[in-house]
Structures are given as structure tokens and as C-alpha cells.
């Protein structure tokens, strides 16, 4: 066997050589098709028909080993739609916005072998075209700090602290987080730590919920006595039943009023009549929900406030009607709480959407993500479109996640989100204990038992401080001994972890508290056989961390 050692990586850039394009038309379809009807298509046409599961495009190619970012030639004459992605059997999902001709749009960071790979496009939501694959020398960096305070000038003490606190951590720790109280408790059962972000739903105090015997019975106190007793970090979004209109038949039930198809509702016509009776049901609203957070305001708690949530998918009834009348209504609500009732502990999280629908600077103070992807995502292509439009500019949170994140893939493609939350139910009851476990006790993943109370916490050792990078790191493996050699050049005595990867992010081992001494130093690490491939090695302490990647060839 060949071991080819590559050149020093660290956790700041990763990168590659060659440049690819790959045509669709050319690629093997699946109950897909070529097509040339519309114009605008590189190449000699495109692919349509993406209309049912098992639909999908499979490119098989060779490239050079190594980080790449990925873009998709698409086109989506009827608005945002989800796709599929699978690189080299490793799973995700992406959006892409509308767009009624031929765009291009970032599919993130993916990692490619040195030869044959395969990426297939599956369904998704269908109904969309797909141009081409382009790929290029791929670089991660850390996400740069928001340099904007709080939106709201008369924000309380402990609102400007905690925004202080996300804004420090950012880039370096990600916060755990869980919605629904019994879903916290599960996680301590499990994990024996509690997630530092707590996540409400004041939905059942809805007015047209209550009308029909909903009783929400002191939630409000329950989560003050919550945030009282951990130290925790409040999340309150709302699912926002329809003032009136609510359709109320089979499948579209009055407790589902919050979605589009259960309401007849329409936001665009009560914003444009501020006399009407509706109008007034849309501000008794804004008011019953002021009520409860006034309660957080009393008892000096800030709150992370995200209401409005996927407008622009367009399921909600405050989507339904277009980016405007949500903008609209989104100021309505900032305006009403803040200055009319005069709610100073918010921070203002927006989800987002297509780049038409954000509110403005003025009126979001931090911005986040839903996803719902496959298990062991990256989320690297949704990171990345964020990143395009709020780095340096606003926090990014993953405000909701249907799987786990992966700390190992974070830190490789640094999509270090302000904090993490999974949704309730079986999407965190449902998740292997075994890597829910692994992912509390990651030293990146913060849980109260790290920090304690979030408002006597000042900092990890070096949290605040810019990571610094070793002068030199290589790996080889070698077969005589069955180890991993690092080479590691340094300038202080350290206690540092070292992990190995597989190139799709897969840890395959992994030692702490091992002791290097300062200057030129080799880790020799026991490792079962290696076949052929590439793979990461990953070398951290609590000061710096770098990768180095080699190459195992037949």
C-alpha cells in the first residue's frame, strides 16, 4: 500500500484544485426526463419531472479528493422547493428558492474521494428543474460576529446580557436546546445533562383556541418556574390560531387553525382595512399574548422571541398571502409589544426564508433556521445560504431540527449555529440514545451542567479568544503497527483529544487526555486497519485545533 500525506488543514480552511461541471441531461435518469422547452439552460437541455418519490438524477464522476462547495443550476417556476442530496451515501437536503428561470443556488460543503464518487438528486418536494452540478475548491471558515446590538434601544439589562453572551460564544460553542418540558426531562433522563435553551409554545393561549374550550392551564408559570430553577435560556414561539375563519371540518379542525388550509383568514385584506372587525381580532390577539410574556418581563427573564415562524413556506396563514402583508404584520407585532406595551425583554428571532421576506435589520435581531433533514445531515447547504445573507451581520440559530446535529460534522464544515433545538415528540424521543448521548457530552454541545446559570456564566477557558493554530500538523497511518502517526508542532506542554473520520464525517476512534509536550511531537495512536480511502484527522485542545487529511491507495 501507497500512503500519500496531504498538505496542513486546520479547522479554518479546507480546500481542493480541480473545478467540475456536470450537465443533468447527461447524468442517469430516473423516472426523470430531458427536456429543452424552456429557455436559458446550459448545455444541451435540462431535467424535469420530479413528481413522484424515487424520482432522481444520478451523476457518477471522478474528481480529486477533498472539500468541495457544491452548486445546483435549478429552476422553480412555482415557487421555493426541497430537494434531496446524497454524496457518496451521505444524506441531506436543501431548498431551493423560486426563481422563474435558470439560477444557481449553493448546495453547501461536500466532501468528494480521490476517484469515483456518486451524488444522487432525489425528490424532494418535485416540481422543479435541474440545470447542472458545478463544484469548486471548497474553504470553511468560522462565522464572523454580528457587530449590531439589540434592535430595541430600551432593551432591560438581562436582554443585553444574554445577547451579549450568544454573540461571544458564536463561532466557538453552540448552545443545546429542546422544546416542550417533558422533552427536557427526557434528555436529562438520558443524558444526565439539560439543554441551556428551553423551548415554549404559547399557542394554546390562541383566543380562538380558547373560544373552543382550550385551557392552558398556567404554562406560562410552569416555564418561569423552569427558567427559576435551571438558570435556562426561554425560546417562545406561537403557533398562531387564525383570529376567525377557522373552516372547522373534518381534517381541517379548529385546532388546526394555524395552517393555511384550516382558515379562510386572510391576512392581506384585514391589513389593508384597519377599521374592520377583523383587524381588531388580529390586535386582541397580539394583546393575549403580550399578557403571558409580561409575565417573563416581571419576573426578569428575557426571552427569545420567534413568532411568525416559515412564513414563507407559505403552510402558515401569516405566509399565505406573500412577503409583504408578513412584513407588514411583522412590524405590527415589534411595533405593538415593544412600544404600546412596552415588552423590552425580546430578542427577536426571525426564521427565514427567501431573501424577500426578511423585515430589516431594524426589526430582527437574530436569524434562524427549520430543518427537517435526513438523519446525519450536515445542513451544510442551508448554513451556507444563510451565511450568504446574515454573516457578520445577524446570529444564526437552528431553531428547530428534526435530527441530531452531528458535532463532528460541525466542526468540519463550520456550520456553528448560536444554538440547537430539536422538535418534540418523536423527533428527540425517536433519536438513537446512543449519539443523543455523544452529542451532550460533546465539548462544543453546552448544556447547563457545563455553564450553570447562564447569567453568572462569563466564559469557557479561551471562549472568547481567537483559536490559535498550530504551526504544523500531518497524519499517515501505518500498517505495520496498526496507528495512526500525527505529527504535531506546538508551542506549550498540552492535553489535546484526537479523533479520526472517515470522509463522510463518520468518527471511527477517538482518544483524550493525551499529553504533548511543547516543540516538534508525533502521537502515535492505535488504529484498526484502514482500507482504501481518505480520511480526517482531527487534533483539539481547549487553545487550537487543526486537521490533517491523508490518503490510504491500494
Same mark, same amino acid.
Given at each position: 500500500?501507497?500512503?500519500?500525506?496531504?498538505?496542513?488543514?486546520?479547522?479554518?480552511?479546507?480546500?481542493?484544485?480541480?473545478?467540475?461541471?456536470?450537465?443533468?441531461?447527461?447524468?442517469?435518469?430516473?423516472?426523470?426526463?430531458?427536456?429543452?422547452?424552456?429557455?436559458?439552460?446550459?448545455?444541451?437541455?435540462?431535467?424535469?419531472?420530479?413528481?413522484?418519490?424515487?424520482?432522481?438524477?444520478?451523476?457518477?464522476?471522478?474528481?480529486?479528493?477533498?472539500?468541495?462547495?457544491?452548486?445546483?443550476?435549478?429552476?422553480?417556476?412555482?415557487?421555493?422547493?426541497?430537494?434531496?442530496?446524497?454524496?457518496?451515501?451521505?444524506?441531506?437536503?436543501?431548498?431551493?428558492?423560486?426563481?422563474?428561470?435558470?439560477?444557481?443556488?449553493?448546495?453547501?460543503?461536500?466532501?468528494?474521494?480521490?476517484?469515483?464518487?456518486?451524488?444522487?438528486?432525489?425528490?424532494?418536494?418535485?416540481?422543479?428543474?435541474?440545470?447542472?452540478?458545478?463544484?469548486?475548491?471548497?474553504?470553511?471558515?468560522?462565522?464572523?460576529?454580528?457587530?449590531?446590538?439589540?434592535?430595541?434601544?430600551?432593551?432591560?439589562?438581562?436582554?443585553?446580557?444574554?445577547?451579549?453572551?450568544?454573540?461571544?460564544?458564536?463561532?466557538?460553542?453552540?448552545?443545546?436546546?429542546?422544546?416542550?418540558?417533558?422533552?427536557?426531562?427526557?434528555?436529562? *433522563?438520558?443524558?444526565?445533562?439539560?439543554?441551556?435553551?428551553?423551548?415554549?409554545?404559547?399557542?394554546?393561549?390562541?383566543?380562538?383556541?380558547?373560544?373552543?374550550?382550550?385551557?392552558?392551564?398556567?404554562?406560562?408559570?410552569?416555564?418561569?418556574?423552569?427558567?427559576?430553577?435551571?438558570?435556562?435560556?426561554?425560546?417562545?414561539?406561537?403557533?398562531?390560531?387564525?383570529?376567525?375563519?377557522? %373552516?372547522?371540518? *373534518?381534517?381541517?379542525?379548529?385546532?388546526?387553525?394555524?395552517?393555511?388550509?384550516?382558515?379562510?383568514?386572510?391576512?392581506?385584506?384585514?391589513?389593508?382595512?384597519?377599521?374592520?372587525?377583523?383587524?381588531?381580532?388580529?390586535?386582541?390577539?397580539?394583546?393575549?399574548?403580550?399578557?403571558?410574556?409580561?409575565?417573563?418581563?416581571?419576573?426578569?427573564?428575557?426571552?427569545?422571541?420567534?413568532?411568525?415562524?416559515?412564513?414563507?413556506?407559505?403552510?402558515?396563514?401569516?405566509?399565505?398571502?406573500?412577503?409583504?402583508?408578513?412584513?407588514?404584520?411583522?412590524?405590527?407585532?415589534?411595533?405593538?409589544?415593544?412600544?404600546?406595551?412596552?415588552?423590552?425583554?425580546?430578542?427577536?428571532?426571525?426564521?427565514?426564508?427567501?431573501?424577500?421576506?426578511?423585515?430589516?435589520?431594524?426589526?430582527?435581531?437574530?436569524?434562524?433556521?427549520?430543518?427537517?433533514?435526513?438523519?446525519?445531515?450536515?445542513?451544510?447547504?442551508?448554513?451556507?445560504?444563510?451565511?450568504?445573507?446574515?454573516?457578520?451581520?445577524?446570529?444564526?440559530?437552528?431553531?428547530?431540527?428534526?435530527?441530531?446535529?452531528?458535532?463532528?460534522?460541525?466542526?468540519?464544515?463550520?456550520?456553528?449555529?448560536?444554538?440547537?433545538?430539536?422538535?418534540?415528540?418523536?423527533?428527540?424521543?425517536?433519536?438513537?440514545?446512543?449519539?443523543?448521548?455523544?452529542?451532550?457530552?460533546?465539548?462544543?454541545?453546552?448544556?447547563?451542567?457545563?455553564?450553570?446559570?447562564?447569567?453568572?456564566?462569563?466564559?469557557?477557558?479561551?471562549?472568547?479568544?481567537?483559536?490559535?493554530?498550530?504551526?504544523?500538523?500531518?497524519?499517515?497511518?501505518?500498517?505495520?503497527?496498526?496507528?495512526?502517526?500525527?505529527?504535531?508542532?506546538?508551542?506549550?506542554?498540552?492535553?489535546?483529544?484526537?479523533?479520526?473520520?472517515? %470522509?463522510?464525517?463518520?468518527?471511527?476512534?477517538?482518544?483524550?487526555?493525551?499529553?504533548?509536550?511543547?516543540?516538534?511531537?508525533? %502521537?502515535?495512536?492505535?488504529?484498526?486497519?484502514?482500507?482504501?480511502?481518505?480520511?480526517?484527522?482531527?487534533?483539539?485542545?481547549?487553545?487550537?485545533?487543526?486537521?490533517?487529511?491523508?490518503?490510504?491507495?491500494?
Amino acid at each position: 500500500m501507497l500512503w500519500v500525506i496531504w498538505p496542513l488543514l486546520t479547522c479554518n480552511a479546507y480546500s481542493t484544485a480541480n473545478d467540475l461541471k456536470l450537465e443533468a441531461e447527461d447524468a442517469a435518469l430516473t423516472g426523470v426526463r430531458k427536456s429543452t422547452s424552456r429557455t436559458g439552460y446550459s448545455g444541451t437541455g435540462y431535467v424535469d419531472g420530479f413528481d413522484t418519490a424515487g424520482d432522481k438524477i444520478t451523476f457518477t464522476f471522478e474528481a480529486t479528493g477533498g472539500l468541495y462547495d457544491l452548486f445546483i443550476g435549478f429552476c422553480t417556476p412555482n415557487g421555493e422547493k426541497g430537494y434531496d442530496l446524497t454524496v457518496n451515501g451521505s444524506e441531506s437536503t436543501g431548498m431551493f428558492p423560486a426563481s422563474s428561470t435558470f439560477d444557481e443556488v449553493s448546495a453547501g460543503k461536500i466532501i468528494l474521494v480521490n476517484g469515483l464518487n456518486t451524488i444522487v438528486m432525489g425528490n424532494g418536494w418535485g416540481w422543479y428543474y435541474v440545470d447542472y452540478l458545478r463544484m469548486s475548491a471548497g474553504v470553511t471558515v468560522p462565522p464572523a460576529q454580528p457587530q449590531q446590538d439589540l434592535t430595541d434601544s430600551l432593551a432591560t439589562e438581562d436582554a443585553k446580557k444574554l445577547f451579549r453572551l450568544l454573540k461571544g460564544l458564536y463561532g466557538k460553542k453552540i448552545l443545546s436546546g429542546q422544546h416542550g418540558l417533558s422533552d427536557l426531562q427526557y434528555i436529562k *433522563t438520558i443524558t444526565h445533562h439539560t439543554p441551556v435553551v428551553a423551548g415554549f409554545d404559547l399557542i394554546e393561549y390562541s383566543p380562538s383556541r380558547i373560544e373552543y374550550g382550550s385551557n392552558p392551564g398556567g404554562s406560562s408559570e410552569s416555564w418561569i418556574a423552569w427558567e427559576q430553577e435551571k438558570g435556562c435560556i426561554i425560546n417562545l414561539l406561537w403557533h398562531w390560531n387564525a383570529p376567525a375563519d377557522l %373552516i372547522n371540518t *373534518t381534517g381541517k379542525e379548529w385546532w388546526r387553525g394555524f395552517y393555511t388550509e384550516a382558515t379562510t383568514f386572510n391576512i392581506a385584506e384585514v391589513l389593508a382595512d384597519t377599521t374592520s372587525a377583523r383587524y381588531d381580532l388580529l390586535i386582541r390577539d397580539i394583546d393575549a399574548i403580550a399578557v403571558q410574556l409580561k409575565k417573563f418581563r416581571d419576573a426578569d427573564i428575557p426571552v427569545l422571541w420567534r413568532p411568525l415562524h416559515e412564513a414563507s413556506g407559505g403552510w402558515f396563514w401569516w405566509g399565505a398571502k406573500g412577503p409583504d402583508p408578513f412584513i407588514e404584520l411583522w412590524k405590527l407585532i415589534y411595533n405593538r409589544l415593544g412600544n404600546y406595551h412596552q415588552l423590552h425583554n425580546l430578542i427577536w428571532v426571525y426564521t427565514s426564508g427567501d431573501p424577500e421576506w426578511y423585515p430589516g435589520d431594524d426589526f430582527v435581531d437574530i436569524a434562524s433556521l427549520d430543518i427537517y433533514s435526513s438523519h446525519g445531515s450536515s445542513m451544510s447547504a442551508d448554513w451556507e445560504n444563510a451565511q450568504a445573507e446574515y454573516n457578520g451581520k445577524k446570529l444564526v440559530a437552528l431553531s428547530e431540527s428534526g435530527t441530531l446535529p452531528v458535532p463532528e460534522k460541525i466542526r468540519l464544515f463550520n456550520t456553528w449555529w448560536s444554538w440547537f433545538s430539536l422538535w418534540t415528540g418523536s423527533f428527540i424521543q425517536g433519536a438513537d440514545t446512543t449519539e443523543l448521548k455523544a452529542l451532550y457530552n460533546d465539548d462544543d454541545m453546552l448544556t447547563l451542567e457545563k455553564i450553570g446559570d447562564w447569567r453568572t456564566f462569563s466564559s469557557l477557558p479561551d471562549a472568547h479568544a481567537v483559536p490559535r493554530q498550530p504551526d504544523e500538523i500531518t497524519a499517515f497511518y501505518n500498517p505495520v503497527k496498526n496507528c495512526l502517526h500525527i505529527d504535531y508542532d506546538v508551542d506549550d506542554n498540552e492535553i489535546v483529544t484526537v479523533q479520526l473520520f472517515d %470522509i463522510q464525517g463518520c468518527l471511527l476512534l477517538s482518544q483524550s487526555d493525551v499529553k504533548v509536550t511543547s516543540g516538534y511531537a508525533r %502521537i502515535e495512536i492505535p488504529a484498526r486497519s484502514l482500507s482504501q480511502g481518505v480520511y480526517i484527522a482531527v487534533i483539539s485542545s481547549n487553545k487550537s485545533m487543526a486537521a490533517a487529511k491523508f490518503v490510504v491507495v491500494n
